[in-house]
T-cell receptor
């Protein structure tokens, strides 16, 4: 149980275009989803926390107008990288917290990540 | 603020030998600690967690971790390493609060040689 599906797994786009990444909880309702970014051989950096039906909360230094997050339902959150540039190339990973396990003692479930390359 | 430190960028062990991947933490209040493993170009897989109770926590794939409050450590261990254990390992902490994210250490690459 607790499967998180992330799509696409990889994408190559040209500079200036926008890319949408989807994160779905397949067998549970995710009230909260988290978006992370990972640079090569580095840790996961939290970008934003997404709560269903409300605006995402962005971490300091993350441009909310560049990284648009929508969490319209309990099973889907999307991250749109707008006007992508080569420096946005990275590995983006989403994770979800089950509806019944909102306290901190439950593990998060992660998607398999999206490798974005901007040329 | 919560933080996690993994002092080793890489750990090398021979197959069949015990392995330890170190993690120390800094939190206010009771720590909720986790270990995850990541294979290349994949997401993270949950290995184990410490919430309360026994200091020795057993998890997936034969891994275990020992919580040490006085040393603020939560080292990951396995009695006998396998080549297939080679991966990137992350220690993480989470607050006991609804809707909070995991805060990760920088990760440790484990390399098991045959």
């Amino acid at each position: 149980g607790a499967v998180v599906s992330q799509h696409p797994s990889w994408v190559i786009c040209k500079s200036g275009t926008s890319v949408k990444i989807e994160c779905r909880s397949l067998d549970f309702q995710a009230t909260t989803m988290f978006w992370y970014r990972q640079f090569p051989k580095q840790s996961l950096m939290l970008m934003a926390t997404s709560n269903e039906g409300s605006k995402a909360t962005y971490e300091q230094g993350v441009e909310k107008d560049k990284f648009l997050i929508n969490h319209a339902s309990l099973t889907l959150s999307t991250l749109t990288v707008t006007s992508a540039h080569p420096e946005d190339s990275s590995f983006y990973i989403c994770s979800a917290s089950t509806r019944l396990a909102q306290s901190g003692n439950s593990p998060l479930h992660f998607g398999n990540g999206t490798r974005l390359t901007v040329t | 603020a919560q933080s996690v430190a993994q002092p080793e960028d890489q750990v090398n062990v021979a197959e069949g030998n015990p392995l330890t991947v170190k993690c120390t933490y800094s939190v206010s209040g009771n720590p909720y600690l986790f270990w995850y493993v990541q294979y290349p170009n994949r997401g993270l897989q949950f290995l184990l967690k410490y919430i309360t109770g026994d200091n020795l926590v057993k998890g997936s794939y034969g891994f275990e971790a020992e919580f040490n409050k006085s040393q603020t450590s939560f080292h990951l261990k396995k009695p006998s390493a396998l080549v297939s254990d080679s991966a990137l390992y992350f220690c993480a902490v989470r607050a006991n609060q609804a809707g909070t994210a995991l805060i990760f250490g920088k990760g440790t690459t484990l390399s098991v040689s045959s």
